[in-house]
């Protein structure tokens, strides 16, 4: 716990101080692992704690953009909070019925069901040109964050300044709300379901009420990361919402390693900077991400997070050895 | 009156070539229980394969007439691919399904990069070489023969897949080892034998549904992620693992697509899925399954 909370503060520190060190490519980048870090957050509150795969979580990252690009767009809301406010409500009223569908079902069918809502979502986003914009997508424009407007700073400057630091608070709030919500006994409920449905059963845990809540807290967190994903690029577009995009969210979470807390935020990151070295070397950088997916699942099927343990685990053991000798 | 069955026999076609596919998926999942995200691949890998060897052989000398059985040739060889990747799935076996359905994605974006790098990025087609084989019919109901020859094929490979697995000794060897993998094991079943017979006829139904599909259509490097979802409504419907159900929701989703591009073309795949959420919610085991959610 205590660890965890050094760990926590220095990496929000050392992210911080980034944008008076770093260019701003690298911090655009940044910027979309704090997207992507507070969705996979929510994802795996439902795959890595509560054992639900869903194939479907693109879905809410296309809502949130969407929201963002109706707001700032069509409604002239520009004020960012209330964009969140407006993403948030939009997931969970999403949410709850998709959700209550779901839940009823587990593994396979569960991830079917959300596949098939994901591109329920997507076909209407690529085929209602006068409501979505089609496939060319809605343009989102620039949010006043806090009252304030920027209006004298170019776009990279606004997004590698304030916006960089508003979502990095974003996230660092994002996390530790999740990190209370999993250590409370809503948490251990949680895995008391992925463990042993039946027995959570039978012990008192309204299993699908509570999957139900894990499922609109996922969809929350994705949301408010497609509103920075699509603040970032200035575009909410169908191809969010493609299954192969929640493909790339389960990806990021097995990478970093889905049986610990901070193994989406390693993955996502990982991901973010492997994918954007590969795509300025090769054009075959899928190849090589998918190689590199192989190599993950067959071998190392707890990600970069639980190999880090292993070897820390090892380390500590010659350690001891040496001791002992 | 005629526009119907154009659009009802273009719908068949597309449900012909779907069905191809979607069978293959359901073998696979029906016996080792895999939900193979990478059968749109396969296809999209018969589809560019079938270019080059009709190409290959046109220019080798083969009469025109004769490329239908370059396409086929392309779709069957491509079988030596199922081994190993079946090879590569062995290792997730014993895994939690998603790895399975992780590894499978995996095998997706390798193979689209592998399209890329040997037919590069630009669709592919074979013009209208098809059109040698003429149409049946008179005036504005005319049907490409082609298009009637796919259809025959199709419903010749789900007639004999299911003589195969009814009647063969094989085929009940398949059966009992969808059944109970251990009893199986335990009472002589070459399990892991099967399992590769099983995946390579999965593959090589996927890929002749590409080679036979491509004289029509063009081959593009989307295929692959576009076909898997319309693969995955048809089993979804049909009902895993059923190969009935898969003619059946071949049929639905085929048909469905041909009437609404016709009628109301905003709802081309949304009507799709929404008779996939239909029946995952109150048919979750599918017209034909029998596996309980």
Not at chain 2, 175 to 188: I, K, Q
Request: glycine share 12%.
């Amino acid at each position: 716990m205590k660890l965890a909370a050094v760990v926590g503060l220095a990496a929000l520190a050392a992210l911080a101080a980034a944008p008076l060190v770093l260019e701003p490519y690298p911090l655009t980048l940044l910027l979309q692992f704090f997207a992507y870090g507070l969705a996979l957050l929510g994802l795996n509150l439902l795959f890595g704690y509560t054992g639900l795969l869903s194939f479907g979580q693109a879905l809410f990252v296309a809502l949130g953009a969407y929201s963002a690009a109706v707001c700032t767009r069509k409604l002239g809301w520009h004020s960012f909070e209330l964009v969140l406010g407006v993403a948030v409500v939009t997931a969970v009223v999403v949410a709850v019925p998709v959700g209550l569908l779901c839940v009823r079902y587990v593994s396979i069918f569960f991830g079917m069901l959300t596949l098939a809502f994901g591109m329920l979502f997507h076909s209407f986003l690529f085929k209602f040109y006068t409501v979505t914009g089609g496939d060319g997508g809605m343009l989102v424009e620039r949010p006043s964050l806090l009252g304030m407007r920027f209006s004298e700073m170019d776009k990279t400057t606004f997004l590698t300044r304030p916006f960089y630091w508003y979502a990095l608070g974003l996230l660092a709030v994002g996390t530790v709300v999740m990190w209370r919500l999993v250590h409370s006994p809503f948490g251990v409920h949680l895995s008391a379901i992925r463990e042993n449905p039946r027995k959570a059963e039978y012990l008192g845990v309204e299993v699908r009420r509570l999957r139900l809540i894990a499922f609109v807290i996922a969809g929350v967190y994705a949301a408010v990361g497609g509103t920075l994903l699509g603040i970032r690029t200035g575009l909410a577009d169908p191809e969010l919402a493609y299954w192969t995009h929640s493909g790339n969210l389960i990806f990021m979470t097995v990478l970093g390693g889905f049986s610990s807390f901070a193994g989406p935020l390693v993955g996502a990151a990982v991901f973010i900077f492997l994918q954007d070295s590969l795509m300025s070397v090769t054009q075959y950088w899928r190849l090589v991400m998918g190689m590199v997916l192989v190599v993950i699942v067959v071998l190392f099927p707890r990600g970069l997070v639980g190999l880090a343990q292993a070897l820390r685990a090892r380390v500590i053991g010659w350690r001891r050895d040496a001791r002992a000798d | 009156m005629t526009s119907f069955l154009d659009i009802l026999l273009g719908g068949v076609f597309h449900a012909a070539v779907l069905f191809l596919v979607a069978a293959g998926l359901q073998l696979v999942f029906g016996v080792q229980k895999i939900i193979n995200l990478a059968c749109g691949s396969f296809y999209a890998l018969g589809a560019y394969t079938g270019i080059s060897a009709v190409t290959w052989a046109l220019a080798h000398g083969l009469p025109r007439g004769l490329f239908l059985f370059a396409l086929i040739g392309a779709g069957l060889g491509l079988a030596v691919i199922g081994p190993p990747v079946e090879a590569l799935l062995r290792t997730v076996y014993r895994r939690d399904e998603a790895f399975q359905l992780l590894l499978t994605f995996a095998l997706v974006l390798i193979i689209e990069d592998i399209l890329r790098m040997i037919w590069g990025a630009n669709p592919q087609e074979l013009g209208n070489l098809y059109m040698d084989y003429g149409t049946v019919g008179k005036g504005a109901l005319t049907v490409p023969t082609y298009n009637l020859l796919v259809i025959a094929a199709a419903l010749l490979v789900a007639i004999g897949l299911g003589l195969f697995l009814k009647r063969t000794r094989f085929g009940r060897l398949l059966r009992a080892t969808a059944e109970d993998r251990e009893t199986s094991a335990t009472l002589g079943i070459e399990v892991g034998r099967v399992y590769t017979v099983v995946f390579t006829l999965g593959t090589v139904l996927g890929t002749l549904g590409g080679a036979l599909v491509v004289p029509t259509a063009a081959a593009s490097l989307d295929m692959s992620v576009d076909l898997v979802v319309e693969a995955f409504a048809v089993v979804v419907i049909g009902g895993l693992g059923s190969i009935r159900g898969a003619v059946v929701g071949a049929l639905t989703v085929g048909l469905m697509r041909a009437f609404a591009v016709s009628f109301v073309p905003e709802m081309e795949m949304l009507s799709i899925y929404l008779v996939v959420i239909a029946v995952l919610i109150f048919r979750p085991a599918g017209l034909f399954g029998k596996a309980a959610a």
